[in-house]
């Protein structure tokens, strides 16, 4: 190997190492967190913006100092060595406030993502500056820097999670920073960069063009930040949208930003940019987009055709950027400015949409947005409508534009006349009020509470029949197996709201507290179902992370008779209420005879194997219920899977007279190790569900 490749290949490894931490880092960080501040959505959101704001300032860093300092750059390296190996302890609190969190994350995260944020552009700014970069482009380093992200994402997700406990990737983590602090001393002694190098050459250097001097224009800066952020934003819309479909098991958001990434690695190559033909097919690529959001992701191949769409879109927008990439010497304003979009885009979606919108209408709104950014920046795309047109272009985009327009009148004329009675979004996601009519039954129909597409509970809504259960709490099924098995008062801990359909069980001197951590919930369950306003108990709402809730306030001093878990039947699981940790804090909260009941219902994960391996682990009674078949049930009525764990094995009794299982050979659970705060992995539950689905 030549002297020159051995100093690329040494600094190329620099920058894909620096950003195989650095994405690895993100989801280590929010796994670290949640056993302290729990599973809200606003803790995920404050670390999305958090990092990406990190991120600006390690580029802000590389813009501002990276060329005047030299090697006194090495000396950051050693400052993440105080946060080593990685780790998070802060107060526990289920309401995790701002102020904590951000606390939490400067503290224990912040030193060593803005460092390794610095990566790829202090890379490639010491190339532009040192001997072997004079006559190439350093913007393919940004192709390796996004080849390492992209492993980094992979490789976590189907790799470091179902593999390895926290403790395990923080220490592989540092051991690998360690890695990659040698890899930067080595790429810079190697490559021994000039500050001012191109300013010390130009007078003699005939090669270096007038270009390279000429200021940047603020249009320019504008297409920049549109080709950067309307992507970003995008990537989320494009996710939630689907997700609200088909359910965010790991497949549906790693897809998504698995193609955003290789469309980095495919147009910041050497002769990148956008290819051939996309340069002139882009408004066909637009409206076959739109298209496809009024058609819905409710089919596979429609999904898969929302995916290689948004690659198109993905690889238009970053390979106009690439176009429109400055000469070396202004090469961090370029990427400062192009941070900045990716940052905007995503506070756009995260931040901003759920206020905005009732719906994810943020969609076709960045569709839109797309396409004038991209008749700005290629304007001749459009001159195929002029006369002398290519007749089969021409006739395409018509035909398009036809079905469009057709499609977008389909959509609205139910509008005016569908079933749904109310819309609301917030950082939790989408709800909708639904009045649907069982075939059949009860000519007034049945009002539904939808997240996405999971139903969270339901009513009938003739007056004389509001109290009775349904869906997954109908009378006779495991749900009221268990919450009727005694006439004595008693005490129940309820995790997830949904429209309080538990409530219709209570008696006058019962005592129940719900756990709820969507603080909106309530207010959509006592207006639009009269569950909780009609309920004979004492009722209590207490908003916060259910695990943290019982573990640090409400819950102190009092004991459940039983402790009932329901916040499954939704699409993300929240892995933090099902670890071996969480199952000591409800046990410490129960009562010595009380049962803990789990729903778990669900469309991706079978989650069951993973329940009796907890409950065997610290040595309790457990059983599971034999769901009902769909046709040994009414319209109203919705097939549950149950697991109960219990101290002691009398209280399953009245259970298991009703037909329920026991914990043992014959149960039908494969094993599969226990869940801790440690280690979790929805893997196996994914697979699981797949082979029972169907049959192996």
Avoid at 134 to 163: H, M
Avoid at 530 to 555: A, C, F, M, P
Avoid at 564 to 581: S, W
């Amino acid at each position: 190997m030549s002297n020159q490749k051995l100093k690329l290949s040494v600094l190329a490894a620099m920058v894909f190492f620096g950003a195989l931490l650095l994405f690895g880092m993100e989801p280590l960080i929010g796994r670290l967190l949640t056993p302290f501040l729990g599973g809200a959505a606003h803790v995920w959101l404050t670390c999305l913006m958090f990092f990406q704001a990190m991120l600006f300032i390690g580029y802000l860093y590389a813009h501002l100092f990276a060329r005047r300092i030299g090697a006194w750059h090495l000396v950051l390296l050693a400052f993440p060595l105080v946060n080593i190996p990685l780790s998070v302890n802060t107060t526990l609190d289920p309401i995790a406030p701002l102020s904590n969190l951000l606390i939490t994350l400067l503290l224990h995260a912040a030193l060593p993502f803005t460092v390794l944020a610095t990566t790829a552009v202090v890379a490639q700014s010491w190339f532009s500056n040192s001997s072997i970069g004079k006559n190439s482009e350093p913007y393919p380093l940004y192709a390796v820097s996004n080849a390492g992200s992209l492993i980094a994402l992979i490789g976590y997700t189907f790799l470091a999670e179902p593999f390895l406990g926290l403790r395990m990737q923080s220490l592989i983590w540092s051991a690998t920073y360690l890695i990659y602090a040698f890899l930067v001393v080595a790429a810079w002694y190697m490559l021994r960069p000039q500050t001012g190098y191109y300013e010390s050459n130009a007078l003699t250097s005939e090669k270096v063009e007038k270009s390279h001097w000429k200021s940047i224009s603020g249009t320019t800066y504008c297409k920049w930040l549109l080709l950067s952020s309307l992507p970003s934003g995008f990537l989320l819309a494009l996710t939630n949208f689907i997700a609200l479909e088909v359910g965010s098991f790991p497949l549906i958001w790693i897809a998504p930003l698995a193609l955003y990434l290789m469309s980095f690695i495919v147009t910041f190559r050497r002769s990148g940019g956008v290819p051939k033909y996309l340069n002139i097919l882009w408004p066909e690529i637009i409206l076959i987009a739109l298209l496809f959001y009024f058609l819905g992701p409710a089919y596979w191949p429609l999904i898969f055709g929302h995916l290689l769409i948004f690659l198109v879109i993905c690889l238009v927008s970053h390979g106009t950027l690439y176009e429109l990439r400055p000469s070396a010497n202004h090469l961090t304003n370029y990427y400062l400015v192009t941070a900045l979009g990716g940052w905007l885009g995503g506070a756009f979606v995260s931040l901003l949409a759920p206020h905005l919108f009732r719906g994810l209408y943020e969609y076709p709104l960045l569709l839109l947005l797309l396409g004038l950014t991209f008749l700005w920046c290629h304007t001749g795309a459009f001159k195929t409508f002029q006369p002398g047109t290519s007749l089969p272009i021409f006739c395409s985009r018509v035909a398009i534009v036809a079905i469009l327009v057709s499609l977008i009148g389909v959509a609205i004329w139910p509008s005016a006349t569908n079933n749904v009675r109310f819309r609301y979004r917030n950082f939790y996601g989408t709800y909708r009020i639904v009045d649907v009519q069982p075939a059949g039954e009860h000519a007034e129909g049945m009002r539904q509470l939808l997240h996405g597409r999971t139903a969270h509970g339901g009513q009938l809504l003739n007056a004389s029949l509001q109290t009775t259960p349904v869906l997954y709490y109908y009378r006779g099924g495991p749900i009221a197996d268990v919450l009727e098995a005694t006439s004595l008062p008693k005490k129940v801990a309820i995790i997830g709201l949904g429209s309080g359909a538990a409530a219709a069980f209570s008696k006058s001197q019962d005592i129940i507290d719900y756990y709820e951590i969507d603080p909106d919930n309530e207010w959509i369950a006592r207006n639009w179902f009269t569950y909780l306003n009609d309920s004979k108990g004492q009722l209590k709402i207490i908003v916060g992370d259910g695990r943290l809730s019982l573990q640090k306030q409400e819950g102190k001093g009092k004991k459940y008779d039983i402790i009932f878990i329901d916040a499954f039947t939704g699409d993300g699981i929240p892995t933090h209420l099902l670890t071996t940790e969480a199952l000591e804090i409800y046990l410490d909260r129960l009562a010595e005879n009380g049962i803990i009941l789990f729903h778990v219902s669900n469309r991706f994960y079978e989650l069951r194997p993973v329940i009796k391996a907890i409950g065997t682990q610290l040595h309790l009674y457990g059983a599971v219920n034999f769901p009902a078949a769909r046709n040994q049930l009414k319209a109203y009525q919705s097939p549950a899977k149950c697991v109960v764990l219990t101290r002691n094995p009398r209280n399953l009794r009245q259970l298991l007279n009703r037909g329920w299982q026991p914990f043992g050979s014959d149960d039908g659970l494969r094993d599969t190790l226990p869940w801790t705060d440690d280690y979790t992995s929805v893997f196996f539950p994914l697979v699981e569900k797949i082979r029972m689905e169907v049959g192996i």
